[in-house]
Structure formats: structure tokens, C-alpha cells
């Protein structure tokens, strides 16, 4: 079973993800703040991530980045869905650079999240793939 990490700061919005993906099957852990989902990077090793950018204590940027440059080359490689009221094209090609690939803007559709998120978890086992880092 696939796990997914939630980091989302909003309740509702994380209930409503992680019911979501849950009911399609993914084992899910919720964070609620980028302290605690830095804690849980290597506690519960998930599959994918999804991240909101405006989080409180450790803000989703600085969560990417302890992602990107973490000692474990499967951590640093780990696909992250951003799911963010920000929407800019600086915004997305700043995360383009940070290597992730599908930036979602809130509010989103819970069908296109869940279509991203077979997409990338397809891309992450297709041996064609490579890692943006």
C-alpha cells in the first residue's frame, strides 16, 4: 500500500484530502505544520507528499527544501504535490526549480487531486523516469 504524507495546516482541507485518498486506497498520515511533517519524513517514509506552502513553525518552502537536501537520495527524490492558495507564474516555475513537478491552487478539485496524485506515484515507478534533482 502506497503512503501519502498530508501537511496541511487547515483541518478541514486536511480531513478532506486525507479522507480522499484513503477511500482510493493510500495509507495516509497527516501533518499539520512543517516541524511536525519533517518528523515524520523518516518515521513513516511515504510514497509521496502533499504540501502546502503557508504552514505555521516550518513554512512549506523550508519543508521542500529539507526534502531536497536530505541525506537519503530516495527522500530527496520523493514526488511532491504543492496544494497552495498561491498562484503566480513566478510561483511555479520557482517550484519547477525546487523539482516539483504539479502545483495544485486551492481550492482544487478532490478527482484532480486524486488523478496528480496516481500520476505521479505512475511516474515515480516507471523505470523511464527520473528524478528533477
Known sequence: MKRILVVEDELSISNLICYN???????????????????????????????????????????LDAIRHHPRRQTAALPV???????????????????????????FSVTELGLLVNTLLEERLDPAWSSPL
Open 81 to 107: 504535490l504543492v496544494l497552495s492558495a498561491l498562484s503566480s507564474p513566478q510561483l511555479r516555475e520557482e517550484l519547477h526549480r525546487s523539482g516539483v513537478r504539479h502545483c495544485l491552487s486551492k481550492p
Open 21 to 63: 485518498l484513503e477511500h482510493a486506497g493510500y495509507r495516509v498520515v497527516a501533518a499539520f505544520d512543517g516541524e511536525e511533517a519533517l518528523q515524520l519524513l523518516d518515521s513513516f517514509c511515504p510514497h509521496l507528499i502533499t504540501l502546502d506552502l503557508l504552514l505555521p513553525r516550518q513554512s512549506g518552502w523550508q519543508v
